[in-house]
């Protein structure tokens, strides 16, 4: 099976090229970040006739997230349990597969603005919070991928200028010690399973000709469980939609499951 992770920016003016991708990469499964529209008017009968299945936990103008998924969905849940938050920032669903149930978590991390604002202290907590309930949630499903737009470069090899931007938003010691506290606890990442070729980012910024001079952060991230890992058969960033008209700055990476 395969899933992937898109942060589409805005999934009213991206619709169709979500649709566009999943037509030529029918995945199983995706998480969408930032869809910036309410419930109400997520696209439900379009993403139905493109043969998903699909839950969303949507905000007016900020955030958002959504599962689509060619198996039905159950146990939905939206947000941290017991974590209060207005923010719309987490969905999760059991989806039920040949070789058994898989829990997928969906999350559109905090950005933090920058070091020292109320904004980076919310991230911290934020990120402890997940931490604690992600414990809980693999005991209860060790068949578990966590997926999403991070906010962290884990390493400086996950950004185009690791030395100009030390210590800053997404670079941090605190951010990167909350990534490797979800590595600790269980948890591997997909993409670093396989070579693979160096300045490979996720995002790029929409000026300065970000995307053309790869000017990039790998932020987007697919966490496999213990159970799953040896059945990684493949993980990798599409830059394809990043050239789209009108694109997200982010671009999909997709993982494939044996």
Not at 49 to 71: C, D, E, P, W
Not at 142 to 165: H, I, K, Q, T, W
Not at 185 to 192: F, I, S, V
Request: glycine share 6%.
């Amino acid at each position: 099976m395969q899933i992937a992770t898109w942060n589409v920016n805005s999934l009213s003016v991206r619709l169709p090229q979500v649709l566009d991708w999943l037509a030529q990469n029918p995945v199983d499964a995706i998480g969408l970040q930032e869809l910036k529209l309410v419930d109400e008017k997520f696209p439900f009968d379009a993403l139905q006739a493109a043969g998903y299945h699909a839950v969303s936990f949507g905000q007016k103008t900020y955030n958002g997230v959504a599962i689509l998924s060619r198996a039905p969905l159950r146990d939905v849940v939206r947000n941290i349990p017991g974590h209060d938050d207005v923010q719309a920032r987490v969905i999760a669903a059991t989806l039920d597969t040949a070789d058994g149930p898989v829990r997928l978590v969906n999350c559109y991390f905090v950005n933090g603005q920058a070091p020292g604002s109320d904004k980076f202290a919310y991230k911290l907590l934020w990120l402890e919070a997940l931490r604690r309930w992600l414990e809980a949630e693999l005991q209860a499903h060790p068949r578990l991928v966590l997926v999403g737009d991070f906010n962290v470069a884990p390493e400086d090899r996950d950004s185009f200028d690791p030395v100009g931007l030390k210590d800053t938003i997404h670079h941090t010691a605190e951010e990167r010690a909350h990534f490797q506290a979800l590595l600790q606890l269980g948890l591997t990442d997909a993409y670093r399973l396989f070579d693979q070729p160096e300045k490979s980012f996720s995002w790029w910024d929409y000026r300065m000709l970000g995307f053309q001079k790869n000017r990039g952060l790998r932020i987007d991230h697919i966490l496999v469980s213990a159970t799953l890992k040896d059945r990684v058969e493949a993980c990798h960033i599409d830059r394809a939609p990043r050239k789209n008209p009108q694109p997200s700055d982010h671009a999909p990476v997709v993982v494939r499951l044996g």
